[in-house]
DNA sequence: TTATTTAGTTGACTTTGTCAACTAAATTTT
DNA sequence: AAAATTTAGTTGACAAAGTCAACTAAATAA
């Protein structure tokens, strides 16, 4: 392991990090913050969770997300319900608001990443996609 | 380009934005906030620079930035001058102490990025490299 | 059955980041 | 060259994001 290999890997993050962070900006002009979003996705993923479930996705103060979800359901987006097999935990759910706004944030993001992907040749795009493939593999299993 | 295809970017772009996540949060464990260390690691690239020239790179507001540098200023991180050739601008220059606060950041961040590689065979290292370059070249000269 | 852990909430913050209005120097327009 | 515009940076006044510790109540372990 050489020094300039560490070196490029830093600045792939470096590139990466503004990649990622302008396609957020973009979302972001919608009515939810970045935060937001985000647990909106992941309740979107599962169709009822815990905020436990969440917190062990997403990784965020719990306080933060216990007040954001008592937000969301004061803005009519979720549903809390005290779990029947744990008295403890809160079963959240979408309401029909709450899924339109996942999913039109969704679809912003699904645009964002077309417009990132259309001046790449069809070939390089293909490309792309094997090598993002390549490394999840290779990070996720680092023993192969 | 396939739905399923930019769903993957997306799936790589979440697996990713949290392993960067991960590595930052460590640097953080230092005195320096994030945004802070991303300044001073530009501070320490150029051996002097402006403040506009850390935010053509870094994309951050500019009274923020302006804020930052008083305070690394005041704890003795940089010197401020007047430029010479423009009479707005603000010649930035990291001391001693400052150099030394960059350099101690850079070397918690060579330490991650080798504990996230630490586990990986060599063989699938140089892979991993290669892949990066690959992306960052697609992404940068889409039209190739 | 007492002790510990776990899910979530609440209060009281700090840090991070934004917006608009401003000064002063530089540049462009007329 | 004078007036108008742009650019670099600063400041005030906030809003958003995120953290920390203390708490309740249910579940689990000793």
Redesign the interface.
């Known amino acids: 392991?050489k020094?300039e290999?560490?070196q490029?890997?830093?600045?792939?993050?470096r590139?990466?990090?503004?990649?990622?962070?302008l396609?957020d900006n973009h979302i972001l002009d919608s009515s939810y913050s970045l935060p937001e979003a985000r647990v909106l996705f992941e309740l979107n993923r599962q169709s009822s969770c815990t905020a436990r479930e969440i917190l062990n996705v997403i990784?965020i103060d719990k306080s933060y997300l216990s007040r954001m979800l008592t937000q969301f359901e004061s803005s009519g987006l979720i549903r809390k319900k005290t779990s029947a097999e744990d008295g403890r935990a809160v079963q959240l759910t979408l309401t029909p608001k709450g899924k339109k706004a996942a999913y039109e944030l969704d679809t912003a993001?699904?645009l964002q990443?077309?417009n990132?992907?259309k001046?790449?040749?069809?070939q390089?795009?293909q490309?792309?996609?094997l090598?993002?493939?390549?490394?999840?593999l290779?990070?996720?299993n680092?023993?192969?």
Chains 1, 2 share one sequence.
Do not use: C, E, W
């Not at 590139?15 to 962070?21: M, P, R």
């Not at 001046?119 to 069809?122: E, G, L, N």
């Not at 090598?131 to 999840?136: E, G, P, V």
């Open positions: 392991m020094i290999d560490i490029s890997v830093r600045d792939f993050n590139f990466y990090t503004n990649i990622i962070g396609l990784k993001s699904i990443i077309k990132m992907l001046p790449i040749s069809d390089a795009q490309q792309l996609l090598h993002l493939q390549k490394i999840k290779i990070l996720s680092p023993l192969t």
